[in-house]
């Protein structure tokens, strides 16, 4: 990698919050270019994958390929390939189920990573975790699996059974889409909340101060903040929201929006 184009892309996520899993990126494609090979990353968040995308197109004789275990994960990781590379690359991808008795328990996803968590990981360890009444299913690195197999015994003080689970049981991710048709006051990005996840402004303008919105997967920090047609708006909580259409003012001078509501 020349060096010049290493340092140039340090720079452009140099005080954001890409900072960090940009100096592993860009050392992973290093590696990459040098072996001629490819190298693999941990779990990334859509943000986190979009960097590996720009450091790819950054930078000659590389390619990136994402895979998260299932079609529809959004945590992924990154295969970064160099361009001679010929082989297929392992994605080293486990699914682990956690089992338990839904009639005395009711686990929510944030149980099930928060004890995940508290045995000392990593997150770019684990990828999705898809929950439902009686059992989750966890992605994780494949030398991992036997670890959490091991030592995940118990989420939210309730006792679970851990066994390692087939790809191939995890169905294809299908969200529910909700189009809303609203107007207004302005692009403002805690006017585009309220609006897309049905609350008052002032809430909405709460929710962001308490960092639990993000824009194209990055945290708001300002209100404020104008958004553009084709933003990705997501909210803690509440699901994912995008800026369908910006559709021109109406003749009360406010803004008309189709955004569509993922769950």
Known sequence: MAQDAREKILRFYKGTEGEEMSIKLVDLAYQALKNHKYK???????FEQEIAGTISNSVGDLKVDFDGGYIGAERQRAAICHVDFEGTPAFEISVIKAAWNGEFARLSHSDVLGSIMSLGVDREHIGDIIATKESAKILVDKKMAEYFTANLTQIGGTSVKTVIDELSSIAAKEERCKEIRATVASLRIDSIAAAGFG?????????????????NWQTVKNASQSIKEGDILSMRGRGRLEVAEIRGLTKKGRTGVLLKRYF
């Open 40 to 46: 693999l990353s941990g779990f990334l968040t859509p």
């Open 199 to 215: 609350m008052s402004r002032s809430k909405a303008a709460a929710e962001i101060d308490a960092e639990k919105v993000k824009l």
